[in-house]
């Protein structure tokens, strides 16, 4: 596999998560004002220790004699140690937080992105925001404290030393450039490296959840011994990258701990040479010693941190990749009740990959009336829907809200969206529930519902029957996980009997149930029409046909052509 080549340098601290994450802010400046203490404590246990030295070996004046130096020893040793335990505890929660204000940026702004731009990304964001962000923290804990500390102890102890001893401090000026140098070329060698590493762990997450999602169909037509080896060899692509990346890390320690090693012994030399001659007293020598060490700790330190700033900067990378995705502006006027107004397409069309689906799609809801969606598959039926309620801007025609008292009509583009989604029940082809129990999830539903009102619902839809069986505290993991199909839309079903929203919107309501179960959807759907509720349903079984007052058949467009030709859905009265 071959890295990607990255066209501009990446900056060690993303101004990105320091500018829109509070926690990272907040983080940095704690480190920062934490490494300026560290170095005080640095430099004055360096001069106190020089001069205990000093006085023992040229005055021959044991440590006890001078209790002042030895208490400012003890003194900066507990402070600093203080400040590592705060360094440490403050790190791993900011961490923490961090991760969590980007997952759940994440996580919504996919969502708003709306299901075209989305489309294919749900896996993907899924792995980018859990294991992904992951990488964050050893960045946010070990990286980044690090290079704080590099960018405060390192020249204050230069300076020091500088004032102590010149020779010394030239001596540190030459070899210290030669760490970021190091890195920087380690850098260019692993370039686009944890980008990649993260791509292929996004990757194998996709198909993973993919695989396991589609376990049943693939087992019901005998095909589950297949796909297994394309995850394996998914595995073994990111294995090997994972690997790649440690030897590059190790290598990269090992060196930068030899630099740094020679360095300080350079410093040793020229102190003892000038200590021999008698060109440099004793104390500043002792000095310069304790504090040439604590030069270059923070820039190995760094060096060995610094595979983790490369998984981490790829995981903001990718994370802002998707968050500044410009949204399609929300509208600002009112939708209209649509108790007294319906919804209708105007000559949609939408642009695919294979074409246009649908094409020319005309179609209007009507309080107490059903209308059903029919066509081929990728006739673009759910396609028509989400550009209905908002969720899809068509690339033809006009989505449009009308108040049948007035006339007027908008564009539903320009509403406010929340102002038509609170007069929706949506019902997805795949129902989308949990976590929480069984019985709290619907009641959630309605909290001012009556026990008995939520008995009715769960008996009016065959909830009743799964209740009977699982127990109305049955656990109900995410996406609905401890139910089957079924048994997801028997709940969100009952979940819409206690709404009252005016438009009740269906994706293949009875696709995974059983023929009583779609004689339950029926009754449902008859009930909503007396209620005097518009429903809009996709359908397939002629059934749902059947009892549909309005049928609207959509077409796909063979070939994409531009401009487009209009063809009129073909609508049919009842």
Known sequence: MTDTVATTPRPPLDPRLVRHVRAARAHVALQGLLGLLQAACVIVTAIALGRIGAALLVDRELPTEHPALLGTVVAALAVRALTVFVQQRTAHRAAT???????????AHAALLGPRRAAGRGADVTSLATTGLEALRPYLVGYVPQLLLAATITPLCLVTIAVLDPTSAVLAAISIPLIPIFMILVGQLTQGRSEALLGDMRSLWSQLLDLVEGLPTLRALGREKGPERTVEALGDRHRRSAMGSLRYAFLSSMVLELLATLAVALVA????????????????????????????????QVGQQYHASTDGLAAVDATFGVLEE?????????????????????????????????????????????????????AGKTTAVLCLLGLLTPDEGRALAVDDGTGDAVEVSALHRSTL??????????????????????????????????????????????????GRDAPVGRGGDGLSLGERQRLALARAVLGTAPLVVLDEPTAHLDGAGERVVLDLLSRWRDEGRAVLLVAHRSALVDLADDVVELHPARALRLPARTQEAEVTGR
């Open 326 to 378: 410009p949204l399609e502006p929300d509208g600002t006027r009112a939708a209209p009740d649509l108790r007294a107004g319906h919804l209708a397409l105007e000559g949609v069309g939408v642009v695919s990959r294979d074409g246009m689906a649908p094409e020319g799609a005309t179609l209007r809801t009507s309080p107490g009336r059903i209308t059903a969606i029919t066509g081929t598959s990728g």
């Open 421 to 470: 989604w609170e007069q929706v029940d949506h019902l997805p082809q795949r129902p989308v529930v949990g976590p929480g129990t069984l019985w709290a999830l619907l009641r959630d539903a309605a909290p001012d519902a009556t026990e008995a009102e939520l008995e009715e619902a769960a008996r009016a839809t065959g909830l009743d029957t799964v209740v009977a069986r699982r």
């Open 97 to 107: 937080a961090a991760i969590a204000d980007l997952r759940g940026r994440l996580t």
């Open 269 to 300: 030399v020229g102190i003892g040479l000038r200590l021999v001659s008698g060109d440099l007293e004793l104390a500043p020598a002792l000095a310069v010693l304790v504090l040439a060490p604590e030069l270059y700790l923070p820039l190995r």
